[in-house]
T-cell receptor
Framework: GENVEQHPSTLSVQEGDSAVIKCTYS??????FPWYKQELGKRPQLIID?????GEKKDQRIAVTLNKTAKHFSLHITETQPEDSAVYFC????????????FGQGTTLQVKP | EADIYQTPRYLVIGTGKKITLECSQT?????MYWYQQDPGMELHLIHY???????EKGDLSSESTVSRIRTEHFPLTLESARPSHTSQYLC??????????FGSGTRLTVV
């Protein structure tokens, strides 16, 4: 079945450094790739998404890149701050009409002050 | 405010009890989903619905059942709770074109 692999599982950076999280997906028909941030004890929140007709999207300090040929997409956070510490999930929408998202395993990001 | 609401927020219940976790959304979304998640860990799809009177099982085997009688309401029922059901249950909805909006979750403990 469809699968999304996410790496690394944990990531620790110093405040001000950049952080990169990578995901690969298996369903070549996937066309929508959101990223969620989940702070401790809270619900996952959509932070950025990208559709298959673009290769890159940026929103202030966060950006996402997509390589459809390689079935690979990444989240980039620049100038990290302690409030960026959270669990981040990538996802790929399945190519059928269900709207289902297949989630990666999650990355715990720790930003050290 | 349009959102998705889950109740209760926390629930501690004895083994063998029947429970229903409530989920309602006011966004008019057709698609709704239930995920099981241990804190900070993977999200596992257990049920989903395309619309009224449509329900499907997800990727993770679950002893729960769901119903979708109204667009806005998607409750999840456990007929006989067991300690292995202890987890967080997240409800989500989607309008189809974008991502999900998640509820705040129900943290279930079965003793």
């Amino acid at each position: 079945g469809e699968n999304v692999e996410q790496h690394p599982s944990t990531l620790s950076v110093q405040e001000g450094d950049s952080a990169v999280i990578k995901c690969t997906y298996s369903d070549s028909a996937s066309n929508y790739f959101p990223w969620y941030k989940q702070e401790l004890g809270k619900r996952p929140q959509l932070i950025i998404d990208i559709r298959s007709n673009v290769g890159e999207k940026k929103d202030q300090r966060i950006a996402v890149t997509l390589n459809k040929t390689a079935k690979h997409f990444s989240l980039h956070i620049t100038e990290t701050q302690p409030e960026d510490s959270a669990v981040y999930f990538c996802a790929a929408r399945t190519g059928d009409n269900t709207g289902k998202l297949i989630f990666g395993q999650g990355t715990t990001l720790q930003v050290k002050p | 405010e349009a959102d998705i609401y889950q109740t209760p927020r926390y629930l501690v219940i004895g083994t063998g009890k029947k429970i229903t976790l409530e989920c309602s959304q006011t966004m008019g979304h057709d698609k709704m989903y239930w995920y099981q998640q241990d804190p900070g860990m993977e999200l596992h799809l257990i049920h989903y619905s395309y619309g009224v009177n449509s329900t499907e099982k997800g990727d993770l085997s679950s002893e729960s059942t769901v119903s979708r009688i109204r667009t806005e309401h998607f409750p999840l029922t456990l007929e006989s709770a067991r300690p292995s059901h202890t987890s967080q249950y997240l409800c989500a909805s989607s309008g189809g074109a974008g991502g999900y909006t998640f509820g705040s979750g129900t943290r279930l403990t079965v003793v």
